[in-house]
T-cell receptor
Framework: QKEVEQNSGPLSVPEGAIASLNCTYSDRVSQSFFWYRQYSGKSPELIMSIYSNGDKEDGRFTAQLNKASQYVSLLIRDSQPSDSATYLCAVNGIKAAGNKLTFGGGTRVLVKP | DTAVSQTPKYLVTQMGNDKSIKCEQNLGHDTMYWYKQDSKKFLKIMFSYNNKELIINETVPNRFSPKSPDKAHLNLHINSLELGDSAVYFC????????????????FGPGTRLTVL
């Protein structure tokens, strides 16, 4: 079982619709969760972080965390063509001496005009 | 203005050569990282350094040797390059970087695309 799992996609979404991305993780003691956006040929860019169960909203983005189910999701409202990218879920493990992020394989999102 | 910078952006070399990639951050962060992103886009941590001290080493071949002359710089030297080393290498930094720093956030450099022929 992979430590952090995401559906690779592509997730095809009409412009203006809601894109829903899911991520599951295996380490039950994980405490920090991040969503990064990566455009093709570019570096990962942080868009959301979440640490507590529930929802966290930032503009058109909402992150949802359920530690009991070991599940974190990202909603993108009013999707725009500029949202077309790969979205990486990252989980901070606490076993290592340092701050170690484990990334999922990413979900590719395509927003069609 | 660049927060985390890397040089070079592209590196094309022959098998067996030795090459280095440099990284610098001007964010005042204590910890720096090297990640490898392979052709399948999986991003995996290789090393992290906190205030010039190695704190994470993810069973990377010893052909890879990171060096941190100060906390703003983390370089990666690779000996005897192999075809499988072809990937994009990302440097990152974070304010704290130590275990238990729950809100610690990593910021990535632009990446170095290494191609080994």
């Amino acid at each position: 079982q992979k430590e952090v799992e995401q559906n690779s996609g592509p997730l095809s979404v009409p412009e203006g619709a809601i894109a829903s991305l899911n991520c599951t993780y295996s380490d039950r003691v994980s405490q920090s969760f991040f969503w990064y956006r990566q455009y093709s040929g570019k570096s990962p860019e942080l868009i959301m972080s979440i640490y507590s169960n529930g929802d966290k909203e930032d503009g058109r983005f909402t992150a949802q965390l359920n530690k009991a189910s070991q599940y974190v999701s990202l909603l993108i409202r009013d999707s725009q063509p500029s949202d077309s990218a790969t979205y990486l879920c990252a989980v901070n493990g606490i076993k290592a001496a340092g701050n170690k992020l484990t990334f999922g394989g990413g979900t590719r999102v395509l927003v069609k005009p | 203005d660049t927060a985390v910078s890397q040089t070079p952006k592209y590196l094309v070399t022959q098998m067996g050569n030795d090459k280095s990639i440099k990284c610098e951050q001007n964010l005042g962060h204590d910890t720096m990282y090297w990640y490898k992103q392979d052709s399948k886009k999986f991003l995996k941590i290789m090393f992290s350094y906190n205030n010039k001290e190695l704190i994470i080493n993810e069973t990377v071949p010893n052909r890879f040797s990171p060096k941190s002359p100060d906390k703003a710089h983390l370089n990666l030297h690779i000996n005897s390059l192999e075809l499988g080393d072809s990937a994009v290498y990302f440097c990152a930094s974070s304010q704290d970087g130590l275990a238990g720093a729950i809100t610690d956030t990593q910021y990535f450099g632009p990446g170095t695309r290494l191609t080994v022929l």
